[in-house]
C-alpha cells in the first residue's frame, strides 16, 4: 500500500493538538506591525482554534497529523 501524501501547505500552516482540535496562527501578524497598535500586537500572538466546521477539512489535508 503505497504511503498517503500530506498536504505541504496545509502542514506549514496548521497544526493538530493532542486533543485532536486544529491548530491555527492568526491573520495579520506577519508585517505592517509599526501602524497596529500595542494591544492588537498582543492578541495576534498566540495562536487560535480552527472552527469545528473546519476541522473535518483540514484532517484531510493532514493524514499523518
Known sequence: MPKMKTNKAASKRFKITGTGRVRRPKS???HCL???GRKQRRRLR???MVAPE???RIKLLLPYG
Open 28 to 30: 495579520g501578524g506577519q
Open 34 to 36: 509599526s501602524g497596529k
Open 46 to 48: 498566540d495562536n487560535d
Open 54 to 56: 473546519l476541522e473535518h
